[in-house]
Each structure stands twice: as C-alpha cells, then as structure tokens.
C-alpha cells in the first residue's frame, strides 16, 4: 500500500470528522430542537419539514463518506471527488453534498487524475462492498426512522395536550 495515499485519506478524515461529521446524536438534537420550537399556534409546518429532510440529508451524506473513507483506508485510495461521487453511486445510489465532498476530498493543486477514478476500478471496489455497504444503508435508515419515530410520539402528545378537552 502507499503510504502517501494512506496519509491522504487519514487527513481527509481528520478534516471530515472535525468540520462535516453529522453523527446520530446532532440528528437527534436537531430534530429534538424542532420539538422544543414546536407549536400549534404557528403555520410553520413547511419550514420544520424542510429543516428536519435536510438534517436527514446530512445524516446520509455523513454516513456515506465514514463508509467511503474506511474503504479509502483499506485500500489506500487517492480519494478525489471524482472516486468519491462514483463509489457513492455505485454503493448508495446518492450522491450525496457535492460541496462537502469537494471541500473534503478536493485540491486545488491537483494536476493530475486519480489512479482509482477508472469506472472498472469503481466497479471492481463496488463489487467487494456491496453486501457490507447494503448493511450499513439499512443501518443508515433504520437510525433515521427511530428518530423520526420519537419525534413523531413527542409531537403527538404535544398535539394531545393543546386539544381542547371535553367536559
């Protein structure tokens, strides 16, 4: 393995885990902060489905990138956006934040093409992760729902307390 590429994808994940991770406890605490800010008083019902799809949408983006950075670590992959968008692809059927992708894996300096952005070699990397990464999405999606789930009971019984009583 190259020890450079290795290096490569150990900083990458340094940067990651510091600035883009979006683990389950922020899903948790976002949608937990929706349920404090809850109302039935106001309409903004639009804007609180629409904060609470794009937590989910980092949540997934999030865990797509763990799962390609330990396949960049076991392989010493030279992770550009390219190979990033590709595996995801191939893996996940997403794309994931084009943005955070290019800000994590992207370089300026770059001049060159990665070794590993072939679609043969995509689909060769694919081929050996496909069970595993069907796993892990199911995973993925199974988190997602339990929060919803609690979510939505906590709204419920906030609903049930604002509703009149009868006499």
Same mark, same amino acid.
């Given at each position: 393995?190259?020890? *450079?590429?290795?290096?490569?994808?150990?900083?990458?994940? *340094?940067?990651?885990? #510091?600035?883009?991770?979006?683990?389950?406890?922020?899903?948790?605490?976002?949608?937990? @902060?929706?349920?404090?800010? #809850?109302?039935?008083?106001?309409?903004?019902?639009?804007?609180?489905?629409?904060?609470?799809?794009?937590?989910?949408?980092?949540?997934?983006?999030?865990?797509?990138?763990?799962?390609?950075?330990?396949? *960049?670590? @076991?392989? %010493?992959? @030279?992770?550009?956006?390219?190979?990033?968008?590709?595996?995801?692809?191939?893996?996940?059927?997403?794309?994931?934040?084009?943005? +955070?992708?290019? @800000?994590?894996? *992207?370089?300026?300096?770059?001049?060159?093409?990665?070794?590993?952005?072939?679609?043969?070699?995509?689909?060769? +990397?694919?081929?050996?992760?496909?069970?595993?990464?069907?796993?892990?999405?199911?995973?993925?999606?199974?988190?997602?729902?339990?929060?919803?789930?609690?979510?939505?009971?906590?709204?419920?019984? %906030?609903?049930?307390?604002?509703?009149?009583?009868?006499?």
């Amino acid at each position: 393995m190259d020890e *450079g590429l290795s290096e490569a994808v150990r900083q990458a994940q *340094g940067y990651f885990n #510091f600035y883009h991770r979006y683990p389950i406890e922020r899903l948790e605490a976002d949608y937990q @902060d929706e349920i404090r800010k #809850f109302s039935n008083n106001t309409w903004d019902a639009p804007q609180r489905a629409a904060r609470l799809s794009a937590a989910a949408k980092n949540y997934k983006t999030s865990q797509m990138l763990s799962f390609v950075l330990e396949i *960049g670590m @076991d392989h %010493a992959l @030279d992770l550009t956006p390219l190979v990033v968008k590709r595996l995801c692809h191939n893996l996940f059927g997403r794309k994931g934040s084009q943005a +955070i992708i290019v @800000d994590v894996f *992207g370089s300026k300096q770059r001049v060159h093409r990665s070794i590993h952005s072939s679609p043969a070699f995509i689909d060769e +990397i694919t081929d050996q992760y496909r069970r595993r990464a069907e796993r892990y999405w199911m995973a993925t999606l199974a988190d997602i729902e339990r929060v919803k789930l609690g979510y939505r009971k906590k709204v419920n019984k %906030a609903n049930d307390k604002d509703a009149p009583q009868e006499s």
